[in-house]
């Protein structure tokens, strides 16, 4: 059984940063491109980010590119998500989800996390 288990989030001031991790269990890790999303009160959930299974390739949503930082240590069967420039707007539960297949994307994630919570005060 594949489990994700994320952690790092947490209240900073905007301009501050954070580093999210998710722990991957149940698979060989490499097997998996990640990816992180978010989703804000009352929203629905969005894409922030993607990793290849060999870290190869990157894919950012327009609204975190230049400020998030996706990446993984296939070792350590761990992704992360680091987070600088922090704003207000970025505040929203962070989900790690995982796909098998070494594609990159931004939909169709067969396993998820059960998200760690980022809020940025002004």
């Known amino acids: 059984q594949v489990q994700l288990v994320e952690s790092g989030g947490g209240l900073v001031q905007a301009g501050g940063s954070l580093r999210l991790s998710c722990a991957v269990s149940?698979?060989?890790?490499?097997?998996?491109?990640m990816g992180w999303f978010r989703q804000a009160p009352g929203e629905e959930r969005e894409f922030v980010a993607a990793i290849s299974w060999s870290s190869g390739r990157t894919d950012y949503a327009d609204s975190v590119k230049g400020r998030f930082t996706i990446s993984r240590d296939n070792a350590k069967e761990m992704a992360y998500l680091q987070m600088n420039s922090l704003k207000p707007e970025d505040t929203a539960a962070y989900y790690c989800?995982?796909?098998?297949?070494?594609?990159?994307?931004?939909?169709?994630?067969?396993?998820w996390g059960q998200g760690t919570q980022v809020t940025v005060s002004s």
């Open positions: 989800a995982a796909k098998l297949g070494s594609l990159i994307s931004r939909v169709r994630y067969e396993y």
């Open positions: 149940g698979r060989t890790f490499s097997s998996f491109s």
